[in-house]
T-cell receptor, first 118, second 114 residues
Framework: AQKITQTQPGMFVQEKEAVTLDCTYD???????LFWYKQPSSGEMIFLIY??????QNATEGRYSLNFQKARKSANLVISASQLGDSAMYFC???????????????FGTGTRLQVTL | KAGVTQTPRYLIKTRGQQVTLSCSPI?????VSWYQQTPGQGLQFLFE???????NKGNFPGRFSGRQFSNSRSEMNVSTLELGDSALYLC?????????????FGQGTRLTVV
C-alpha cells in the first residue's frame, strides 16, 4: 500500500486565490511527522511546513497551513493568496518514528504540480 | 548560514563507469540522507549517515554506497553505472534526523548515464 498518496497530479489556481493540495497517508506507527516540500524547476526541495502526529493544532507558516485530520489520515496543504512564484511541484512526505525515534527516512508522495495563473 | 551544497550539479557518465557525488550539510548538522528522484519511481530513499555511521538504508543494490566524514560531509558512490541510474540525486541535511526535525535539501546532482 502507498504510504503517501497525492491524488492531484496537477492543479491550476489564479493569483491571489487560495488552493488546497491533498495528501493522505498510511501508517500504523503512533509517532510520525508529516512534511510538505516545494520543488521548483531548479530541483531543490524547499521545506514548507511540518505537522507532528501528537500536535493538537494545525501547523501554519506564513501563507502555508496544514489541515491535519488525524482520524482521516489526511494532511492537506493550504496556500493562501497564491503568487506566481508558487508555481512548482509540491511533495507531501512522512517520517515514521519507530521505537528508537531515529526516524531519518522520509517517504514521499508522487507530487502535485501547481500552476499559478494571472 | 550556508545551505546544503551538492557537487557537481551536473554529470554525464558512460555505462559501466563509476561516479562519486558530494554533499556538504549545514554546519552543525550530523545527519545526511540521500535520495534518488526519477520520473518513473519518484523520490526514493537511498541511505542515511549519522556521525560517520550508516544508520538507515533503502532498497537499492550494493552498487550504491556512501560514507560520511568526521566533518559530516558525505559522499555517495555508484559503481558500474546503468542507464537506469540517470536521475536527480538529492542530499538532505538534518540536525539529528529525528522525527520532528526538518530536513534541508541541496539543489541536487543531475546524473545522466549514456
Amino acid at each position: 500500500a502507498q504510504k503517501i498518496t497525492q491524488t492531484q497530479p496537477g492543479m491550476f489556481v489564479q493569483e491571489k486565490e487560495a488552493v488546497t493540495l491533498d495528501c493522505t497517508y498510511d501508517t500504523s506507527d503512533p509517532s510520525y511527522g508529516l512534511f510538505w516540500y516545494k520543488q521548483p524547476s531548479s530541483g531543490e526541495m524547499i521545506f514548507l511546513i511540518y505537522q507532528g502526529s501528537y500536535d493538537q493544532q494545525n501547523a501554519t507558516e506564513g501563507r502555508y497551513s496544514l489541515n491535519f485530520q488525524k482520524a482521516r489520515k489526511s494532511a492537506n496543504l493550504v496556500i493562501s493568496a497564491s503568487q506566481l512564484g508558487d508555481s512548482a511541484m509540491y511533495f507531501c512526505a512522512m517520517r515514521e518514528g519507530g521505537f528508537t525515534g531515529t526516524a531519518s527516512k522520509l517517504t514521499f508522495g508522487t507530487g502535485t504540480r501547481l500552476q499559478v495563473t494571472l | 548560514k550556508a545551505g546544503v551544497t551538492q557537487t557537481p550539479r551536473y554529470l554525464i557518465k558512460t555505462r559501466g563507469q563509476q561516479v562519486t557525488l558530494s554533499c556538504s550539510p549545514i554546519s552543525g548538522h550530523r545527519s545526511v540522507s540521500w535520495y534518488q528522484q526519477t520520473p518513473g519511481q519518484g523520490l526514493q530513499f537511498l541511505f542515511e549517515y549519522f556521525s560517520e555511521t550508516q544508520r538507515n538504508k533503502g532498497n537499492f543494490p550494493g552498487r550504491f554506497s556512501g560514507r560520511q566524514f568526521s566533518n559530516s560531509r558525505s559522499e555517495m558512490n555508484v559503481s558500474t553505472l546503468e542507464l537506469g541510474d540517470s536521475a536527480l540525486y538529492l542530499c538532505a541535511s538534518s540536525l539529528e534526523g529525528r522525527l520532528n526535525t526538518e530536513a534541508f535539501f541541496g539543489q541536487g546532482t543531475r546524473l545522466t548515464v549514456v
